[in-house]
């Protein structure tokens, strides 16, 4: 098997492994319009990456697969790109509030628990609501009422108008299909940055859901928007992470990439084709199936009773 | 007075000879027991497909003698998380510990039949023979334990190995018998200098030493990466996103060119 050498990560790695571990995570990111970070780095980490290099070369990763991503999305008419700002700004400020706030619970010594918490109570509880409300729209459909996830999200825009009227700086997002105060998707940014910036990823897993439920947006409008916003903050992160850590591994991150950039846009036509409640409800599953493993992970002894430092 | 004198010379002859002793018995086990050592190559070059190597080592052992050989790697400060439990049930890296002047690679292959005999703390060789040269921060941590199960995460990654019944021997000839054995060099074994060490035991006893440095460094693409990364790594993060933003937008046209441009 043709294995190539990972100068960054001190470490050799199977070529087809790591093509077709990219390509199942960009499949993931082109339907659903997630990063996919909160997988791909503990799946690199099984195959012997140190957690910082595997973070961090996964973000120049989603880089060049978000850029593919977006730009499907971009042609089918799914990204709002005025929305799509709004949540970037917030993000990036969110973040940096978000990463001053880790020093400062490290310093008292209880960020471990925290990150560990956020994360459990995070994915269990949007992936358990994404289920359960996914669930409930299959069903309805099942018994012939033809209530499809689009009139069901104009619905409940109606009855959110009175509470976002009243904030200021109100602004028509078009593609999303909803007016709202600037201060909404600029908040909700902020409140994801802050979040992605603890639980250290790229917050895609986050957004999603908050577009769909909070903001009310179509599905499909927001897996491109999500890409729109992730490609920026992956640039960021990437450049940061070279910078200041020397932990982007450049072979890794190619590697991934050829396979994730193919799996985004094979994932982007699967999108197109599935349903918005199973797009949800397959997105809930995922994110359900890894807060089960993390909390099976925080319960069960370890085989090995010290880690080397660096990783969460 | 010359029964003073007489004592004098005796205790003096005697703290003589007692001087002389080891080093009249070392230079005679020396000639006797003598071992060598020789490496099919002593450097290892780290380029683009490499995934880890093995390494042909060879020498002579005085007939009587085994012999064990040693790799060791880079003498290094090690910073971990010892595990505990938060709340009473939750598995967490909880407190930071750090272990000094550790190995970064600890390799010992040992003769077949023997090799209970040959690791232990008396020769200086196995995992609990290191155990006296590291220091553990804070002291209050629990050494022996914390050791333990670092060994147990690196030889996970196979930089550290008890590779029992690996040596082999060859037919003696003129009092010493040749020995063979293929080092696994592991993939996570990374650049640096390391040290393949062969030891002569008899009866218990180290008679005799033979050292010899090995080296694995980055050629080709890995050492152009490794230095772009840690000399420019502002150029490097933006070449890194330069490529990553190229690729996409080629595989997009790519895919565009396939559904029709429009």
Request: with cysteine.
């Amino acid at each position: 098997m043709l294995h190539m050498y990972l100068p960054i990560a001190g470490n050799s790695v199977n070529v087809f492994l790591i093509l077709g571990l990219g390509g199942f995570v960009g499949l993931l990111s082109g339907i659903f319009g997630v990063g996919g970070g909160f997988l791909m780095t503990p799946l690199l980490m099984m195959f012997g990456i140190p957690p910082t290099v595997a973070a961090a070369s996964d973000s120049n990763q989603i880089v060049g697969a978000s850029t593919s991503g977006t730009l499907a999305h971009m042609r089918l008419g799914n990204v709002d790109v005025p929305m799509g700002l709004m949540l970037l700004i917030g993000g990036v400020g969110g973040g940096t509030v978000g990463v001053q706030l880790i020093k400062l619970l490290r310093a008292m010594g209880n960020a471990d628990f925290l990150i560990a918490i956020t994360y459990v109570i995070m994915l269990g509880g949007v992936g358990g609501y994404m289920f359960w409300e996914s669930l409930q729209g299959l069903k309805k459909d099942k018994q012939g009422i033809a209530v499809t996830a689009q009139v069901e999200e104009k619905e409940s825009v109606k009855g959110g108008k009175t509470f976002l009227q009243r904030l200021p700086m109100q602004y028509k997002f078009e593609k999303s299909g909803c007016e709202v105060s600037m201060l909404m998707p600029l908040s909700i940014g902020v409140l994801v940055g802050i979040l992605a910036a603890i639980m250290g990823v790229g917050g895609g897993f986050i957004m999603v859901p908050v577009m769909v439920y909070l903001l009310r947006m179509p599905m499909h409008v927001v897996v491109g928007t999500s890409l729109f916003q992730i490609l920026f903050t992956c640039i960021n992160v990437t450049i940061m992470q070279s910078y200041s850590n020397h932990t982007v591994d450049f072979v890794l991150a190619v590697l991934l990439l050829l396979g994730s950039t193919i799996g985004a846009q094979a994932g982007t036509a699967v999108s197109k084709r599935l349903k918005a409640d199973q797009l949800k409800i397959m997105l809930a599953s995922l994110v359900l199936l890894v807060c089960v493993k993390m909390t099976a992970g925080l319960l069960m002894t370890p085989a090995i009773m010290v880690a080397l430092k660096g990783g969460h | 007075m010359s029964l003073m004198r007489l004592v004098k010379i005796t205790i003096a002859s005697f703290l003589g000879a007692l001087l002389l002793v080891p080093f009249l018995e070392c230079s005679a086990d020396a000639a006797m027991g003598d071992v060598s050592l020789e490496l099919a190559q002593d450097t290892i070059e780290i380029s683009t497909f490499y995934n880890g190597t093995t390494l042909e080592v060879s020498g002579d052992v005085a007939v009587d003698d085994d012999v064990v050989l040693l790799v060791s790697g880079p003498r290094e400060e090690v910073h971990l998380k010892e595990k505990g439990k938060v709340a009473g049930f939750l598995w967490m890296n909880k407190k930071d510990v750090i272990l000094e002047n550790t190995p970064a690679v600890y390799m010992v292959y040992t003769p077949e039949g023997s090799s209970e005999k040959l690791v232990s703390t008396d020769l200086g060789t196995g995992y609990q023979a290191l155990l006296s040269d590291i220091s553990i921060m804070p002291e209050s941590a629990d050494k022996a334990f914390i050791f333990e199960e670092y060994v147990k995460l690196m030889e996970q990654s196979g930089v550290y190995a008890v590779h029992a019944a690996s040596v082999q021997y060859g037919t003696p000839e003129n009092g010493m018998k040749s020995f063979k054995v293929v080092l696994v060099i592991p993939s996570k074994m990374k650049a640096g200098t390391y040290s393949v060490e062969a030891i002569a035991v008899k009866g218990g006893v180290v008679i005799d030493r033979a050292q010899s440095g090995l080296i694995l460094k980055l050629s080709g693409l890995p050492a152009v990466i490794s230095s772009l990364a840690y000399e420019r790594p502002l150029l490097f993060g933006f070449m890194a996103v330069f490529i990553a933003i190229a690729t996409g937008l080629l595989i997009g046209v790519v895919f565009r060119g396939g559904g029709g441009a429009h």
